[in-house]
């Protein structure tokens, strides 16, 4: 299914003006994982999800983490940049209420869950907030990535 229009939905993290922006140090990972990191990569490029990036302002590292299955998932490591994030007060509605809300219609939603979150893009002007760094290079997200404060809201 291809992306949400951005009149519809986009996603702009709300940082705060006074924080300065975090590079996280390099990290190094273990030689056998690497070939696995770069195909994950690999995969998000093809996909369209990320472009490469030179000079950043806000850098995180990745993370690696295996699967059930046993292949190996890229995570990227967005702590420093939702510590300068403020915390969203209003609550996210009432699934039941929601639910109830949509009896009338033919159809609950329109987007396809096993994309979820890829399908909404980041805002053009936030991209490179998104920047993270891998043996292959450093790139930033044009979809909104999984591990964003207040993605889910915007989901």
Partial sequence: M??????????????KKNIK??????QRFRLELVPSIEAEVNKLIEAGFVW???YPTWLANIVP????NGQIR??????DLNH????DDFPLPIPDLLIDATTVHEALTFMDGSSGYNQIRMAR???ELTAFRTPKGIYCYKVMPFGLKKSGATY
Avoid: L
Wanted: net charge positive; glycine share 2%; with cysteine.
């Fill in 21 to 26: 922006p975090v590079k996280q140090a390099h």
């Fill in 74 to 79: 890229v995570c990227a490591d967005f702590r």
């Fill in 84 to 87: 300068a994030c403020p915390k």
């Fill in 65 to 68: 983490t295996r699967k059930k």
């Fill in 2 to 15: 291809p992306g949400v229009d951005a009149k519809v939905a986009i996603h702009h993290p709300a940082v």
């Fill in 125 to 127: 002007e936030d991209e």
């Fill in 52 to 54: 490469e990036v030179r």
